[in-house]
């Protein structure tokens, strides 16, 4: 499976909408459910799905998804 799709199924498995498709220009705004609780759980989904660990500011800082994706995409190797 590739990180866009291991990516998308964590985002869909926590906002609860299989239907959910993301994209490389979206931001939380963008998707219905993902407030700041949600963020905090879909942070810490990848983290375990992805075997990283996101710095205290890194949780906060990515601009819109396709920035989460290209650093899961060089962290994943």
Known sequence: MSVDE???????EV???????LRDDMTARDV???D??????IMYSLEAEFGVQFSDEQLSSF???GELRRF???AAG
């Open 72 to 74: 899961l995409a060089s």
């Open 63 to 65: 601009q819109d998804v």
């Open 32 to 34: 219905p459910g993902w």
């Open 36 to 41: 700041s609780l949600a963020h905090i759980n």
């Open 6 to 12: 291991r990516m998308q199924q964590v985002v869909r």
């Open 15 to 21: 906002i609860g909408n299989d239907d959910l498709v």
